[in-house]
Nanobody, 128 residues
Framework: EVTLAESGGGLVQAGGSLRLSCAAS????????IGWFRQVPGKEREIISC????????WYADSVKERFTISRDNARNTVDLLMNSLKSEDTAVYYCVARPFDVPRLCVYLDTTPTDTWGQGTQVTVSS
């Protein structure tokens, strides 16, 4: 069974940057939809970005557009989320999700399904 592991979280000052990485134990992210979600205590988990290995398409939530960049690193077999110009409201636990065959299309439906694989999450704290 494939597992995902996020890394790169931590404490950063507002205006700073962090790069999160999502690494898979076995899959090579081919034919997958990969998403980054985040969750603040007391609030619902929200999708903030996704990437489709089928056509290399990407999507960003308005709250992170122009600040965050999702990309695939084939050499490291990771899907990374570069976060620039961080704000205190970006403080959350960040999760990556892998959807096999990207069906239904993650970047289109922006939802979760029972067949999705989740990582354990990584904490991002932005101090103001």
């Amino acid at each position: 069974e494939v597992t995902l592991a996020e890394s790169g979280g931590g404490l950063v000052q507002a205006g700073g940057s962090l790069r999160l990485s999502c690494a898979a134990s076995t899959l090579a992210f081919d034919d997958y939809g990969i998403g980054w979600f985040r969750q603040v205590p007391g609030k619902e988990r929200e999708i903030i970005s996704c990437f489709s290995s089928l056509d290399s398409s990407t999507w960003y939530a308005d709250s992170v557009k122009e600040r965050f960049t999702i990309s695939r690193d084939n050499a490291r077999n990771t899907v990374d989320l570069l976060m620039n110009s961080l704000k205190s409201e970006d403080t959350a636990v960040y999760y990556c999700v892998a959807r096999p065959f990207d069906v239904p299309r993650l970047c289109v439906y922006l939802d979760t399904t029972p067949t999705d694989t989740w990582g354990q999450g990584t904490q991002v704290t932005v101090s103001s």
